[in-house]
């Protein structure tokens, strides 16, 4: 990794406190900015040799060398456009976002720009892609003869369409190599979101639809408290993942399929060739150091145009959801839509 001066962490939640240990393993200074006072209490007594403030300019205050940081936003998606300028205004040129990268496409746009302009590394932490899911299923397909994939479909209680379903949204474009063209949904938000009550949490389902008949599905339910799985179907085949990424390779018997080989003579996916972790699968933290590291070295696994990809299609299945009709992907950020702001987290 290209050596960096120090690090900041903005925000010290749950995701946070994670990004903040693997980033004081990786910089000589650790700076931790967070607007609560219990969790700047948390920080302070986790890393005592960091520099844990309630905002940047106390930062700027010390003289906090900007150029030689790399940055990681953590906190609420609705304040994250904003934190990044202020970044990019005080000359980081090394930024990682968390998800979702903004609470609007237009914010995200913005963000995307700015990078392209200023010469930012931006990436965008979306665990699904950094886990290196995407690629190693497809040595996985071809090592059993799976073919490509063809649909999407994850299930489970109150994970949310945001906070959990655009790292499969990400995933799914990382899967079929393009980006969806088209949404229908029935999401609906509730205030149950842990962060806070003005934040909400979206179940329903959205069906996002690729190009050569492809489809995503995510169907998440505010009144169930099952843990995500997903199922991601072949011709004959099909692999299951539970929510640690665990996967099963079921496929129908070779021999049935060859007997009747029309696609419409559907068969048990039965016979089982692969259960486990699937080799090149990374753990969540080895995942967020991988992404860290690429922000600081500039060569971005999920650069801004991909966490701006998946934000447009995750606020395009809100829209459809309340306008009532298919919403054509991606949204022009400079439209109405576009530019309609979500408390989204």
């Known amino acids: 990794m290209t050596p960096i001066a120090a690090a900041v962490v903005v925000g010290y939640g749950s995701v946070g406190r994670r990004h903040a240990t693997v980033a004081a393993s990786l910089a000589p200074t650790l700076a931790i900015v967070e607007r609560q006072a219990e969790a700047r209490n948390g920080a302070a007594a986790d890393h005592p040799q960091a520099a844990v403030t309630a905002d940047l300019e106390s930062l700027d205050e010390r003289g906090f060398p900007w150029r030689d940081t790399a ?18 205004d005080r000359g980081v040129r090394r930024i990682l976002c968390e998800k979702p990268m903004a609470s609007s496409v237009g914010d ?25 899911l995407a690629p190693a299923l497809a040595t996985l397909a071809a090592e059993h003869e799976l073919g490509q994939p063809v649909s999407l479909v994850v299930e489970g209680g109150a994970a949310c ?45 959205a069906i996002w639809s690729f190009a050569d008949g492809r489809e995503a599905v995510i169907t998440f339910s505010n009144r169930s408290s099952v843990a995500p799985s997903a199922r991601i179907y072949y011709r004959d085949a099909v692999v299951e993942l539970d929510a640690m990424l665990e996967a099963r390779v079921l496929r129908r018997d070779p021999a049935a399929v060859q007997r ?32 860290f590291e690429d922000v600081v070295d500039g060569d971005v696994l999920c650069p801004g145009e991909a966490g701006a990809a998946a934000v447009t299609a995750c606020i395009g299945a809100l829209v459809a959801s309340r306008d009532g009709h298919a919403v054509t992907l991606p949204l022009d950020p400079s439209s109405k839509q576009g530019r309609e702001p979500w408390p989204i987290s």
């Open 71 to 88: 940055a990681v936003i953590a906190t609420w998606g609705p304040s994250h456009a904003e934190i990044f300028h202020a970044l990019a």
């Open 108 to 132: 995200a746009a913005t963000m995307v720009d700015r990078a392209r302009r200023d010469g930012i590394a931006l990436g965008v932490h979306h665990y699904v892609r950094y886990a290196g």
């Open 161 to 205: 369409l945001l906070t959990n379903g655009i790292h499969f949204v990400d995933f799914a474009i990382e899967l079929f190599g393009a980006e969806p063209e088209r949404v229908v949904s029935t999401a609906s938000g509730d205030p149950i979101n842990p962060r806070s009550p003005d934040l909400h949490l979206y179940g329903g389902t």
């Open 260 to 291: 009747f080989p029309a696609v419409t003579r559907t068969g048990p996916a039965s016979e089982l060739r692969f259960q486990g972790t699937v080799p090149g699968v990374r753990g969540y933290l080895d995942g967020m150091r991988r992404a």
